[in-house]
């Protein structure tokens, strides 16, 4: 006896370590104890299993319970039965689980197991079971029969319930993130395909949340956060969602006709709940953001589709200044845009680039003094590419960076291939372009006396063209830069000058020898006497601060000569020549040198 008790004991041991095996695997003790009237032993046994099971047969076509465990018998006391061994149908109903017609249909099938979950309620305290009917075979038995089992899921379940609602809210707000909000458009599109319900997408991105972020600490700026959630939230109207997508950047999911105007008026009603700066401690913070907005329509499949939609537009919305809605061809465009930032990668990667040379002439003596070295690209299916369209995909990319640094290197070196054409030192310099992005994600300095070193020339035959948007955008990092290249005895330019918003205090500071000044105000000067003053206010602030001038867009003799009569020192453009290849720059040298 304590050997056969020991033998069920081990068989419940491999029972609980696998509580879902197959009726037909189940080992043959157990089927034995199952097919004859059961003893103190055997009721102990399946007692021991760790999950509610119970043995059911078919008795006048209705399934009879003939034996069950402590874990079932427990289910149905806690639901109020008090009976020893119940009819199967009081027994569901005391469990809670609609499993009556389940188990006449199994045992009336041909099935030789089932498995599904139920659940017991609908409320917060409903219990889930994972259900599984596993018939036994036949042998001396004339009747239909299975293992009924129920394992109780509901610890599993909250669990994943409570990670899932985790997963679904942004942790420092406590509003939906991006896959929630995500699943909230999906629930949107259905409505509209269904009930023809048009809704929008609006993105809100704090324009300069970094740098606040950078300057006032984590903490505050976590804080800065929740006013801003807070604040987008007075906003809303009944039935509109407010998510975080990720970081600074906000979306709503709102309900609108057919008329965009109504999201366009939630565009602005959002900027304007930021529009009052907002206090941290003894700080006000003025908010700004950019807002962009898309419209449902049937063209969409997903709901990143239409994020991404509202994307494009919120990018506009950054460029101009004021909400923007999402128009057809932005998509077309952003996929151009990609198509050309990899084939740009491939151009630079195969040395497929070349540059082109623009003479700089000295007004008082009519001589070339230099070159600007110009990027230029020939695709060898689509021609010539414009630098107006490459350079920005470049600067957008990252792909600049490499991208400044062979220009740099090519520059230079057509400069020392002249020298030793010209069997000496030419009395000329060449001028490469730096983007304002290289200047912040490049070791500008390392790159120019790389360069430097690489070819040989010196650095007073090398000028670096820097914009104002490069000072505008880190005065003091550029600063010191610009002397870094100044120490290398390069000189320094600022392009289109006029153009952009730099400060004349910064001006005085920095380490600039050439004022360039833009074409916009050359071109007009014979017929618009405020581009004259302009251009000899310009002129009058170089010699003051002891800096040389380059005119840009010089394009006839008369402009040749105003310029020389204000005092300009030197002049590019199309009347002494278009950008040239390198052999051809080197003869156009040599002519006029002659």
Known sequence: MRAAKSHIVSTSERLGSDPALPAHKLPIALQELLDTPRSAAQQEFIDTLPIAIALICMVDRKPAILARNSAFLGLTKRHGSRREIDPVRDLCAGIGLPLLPELEDFLNSD?????????????????????????????????????????????????????????????????????????????????????????????????????????????????????????????????????????????????????????????????????????????????????????????????????RNAQFAMKRAKQSGHAELYQAGDSATARHRFSLETELRRAIERDQLHLAFQPLIELSSGRVIGFEALARWDHPERGAISPVEFIPVAEESGLIVPLGRWALRAATRTLAEWDRKAGAPLPIHMAVNVSAVQFQRDDVVSAVSAALIESGIAGSRLKIELTESCIVSDPDGIAKVLRAIHDLDVTIAMDDFGTGYSSLAYLQRLPINVLKIDRSFIAPMLHDRDSVAIVRAILGLASALGMATTAEGVESEALVETLIGLGCDVAQGYYFARPLPSEDAFDYLRTRSV
């Open 111 to 307: 099935e030789s197991e089932r498995s599904f979950d139920m659940q017991e309620g609908d409320g917060i305290s409903g219990r889930h079971f994972a259900v599984r009917m596993s018939r036994l075979s036949g042998r001396e038995s004339p009747v239909s029969r299975c293992i009924l089992s129920l394992i109780d899921r509901t610890q599993q379940v909250d669990g994943e319930k409570s990670l899932r609602t985790q997963m679904l809210r942004d942790s420092l707000t406590g509003l939906p993130n991006r896959a929630s909000f995500a699943e909230q458009i999906e629930q949107a599109m259905l409505n509209y395909e269904t009930e023809e319900r048009q809704f929008a997408v609006l993105l809100i991105d704090l324009t300069r949340f970094s740098r606040v972020n950078e300057g006032v600490g984590s903490l505050a700026g976590d804080e800065l956060i929740i006013t801003v959630a807070r604040r987008l939230i007075s906003a809303l109207r009944a039935g509109d969602v407010l998510a975080r997508l990720v970081g600074d950047e906000f979306a709503v999911l709102l309900s609108v006709a057919d008329d965009p105007s109504e999201a366009m008026r939630a565009a602005r009603r959002m900027q304007a709940c930021l529009a009052t700066p907002i206090r941290l401690g003894d700080l006000e913070i003025k908010i700004d953001c950019a807002v962009g907005a898309a419209m449902m329509t049937s063209s969409i499949d997903a709901a990143e589709d239409l994020i």
